[in-house]
């Protein structure tokens, strides 16, 4: 997403920022989409906090425009807790992915993402073992799931 919001010539805004919200839901879109794709993994680990811009100036493109496209808003939230999380931010990283399920109750990566930062931050065990249980329905190939609910289960056992 280099260079978003600078028009073609490098002067004024030529995305869906720079109309009405309602003006063109279409540009709005394709522009949110297009920066979502200037974030999008693999990434060295310097280059999350763009990506991390990224996803945020995706966000704001759909809040500006006012579309409700929700399986979009929880891949970038989701996105974001990713990122969140490489850069050892579990807190940050819990909301995010808080922020995507409430988008999209059946994003399994969200929900993996949330229980790994909860595991990290060390609070809520039960919650991170649920969020592990629900992404190992809606993915039960992933042995990385199926790994990190076995230890969940662990640490929500412990005393």
Do not use: F
């Not at 808080?98 to 065990?125: P, Q």
Request: net charge negative; proline share 6%; charged share 30%.
């Amino acid at each position: 997403c280099a260079g978003v919001g600078a028009g073609a010539d490098g002067g004024a805004p030529d995305d869906a920022t720079s109309r009405e919200p309602s003006e063109h839901p279409a540009a709005a879109a394709a522009e949110a989409e297009r920066r979502k794709e200037g974030g999008q993994p693999p990434l060295p680990k310097w280059r999350y906090e763009e990506a991390l811009i990224c996803y945020s100036g995706a966000l704001e493109v759909l809040r500006v425009a006012e579309l409700e496209v929700l399986p979009m808003k929880s891949a970038l939230a989701s996105n974001q807790a990713m990122c969140l999380l490489r850069l050892q931010r579990p807190t940050e990283a819990e909301e995010r992915a808080s922020a995507a399920l409430a988008a999209d109750a059946a994003n399994g990566k969200a929900a993996y993402r949330r229980a790994l930062a909860r595991i990290a931050i060390g609070v809520d065990m039960r919650g991170a073992v649920e969020d592990l249980q629900k992404a190992a329905r809606l993915d039960p190939q992933n042995a990385e799931v199926r790994r990190k609910l076995e230890e969940a289960r662990q640490l929500a056992e412990a005393p």
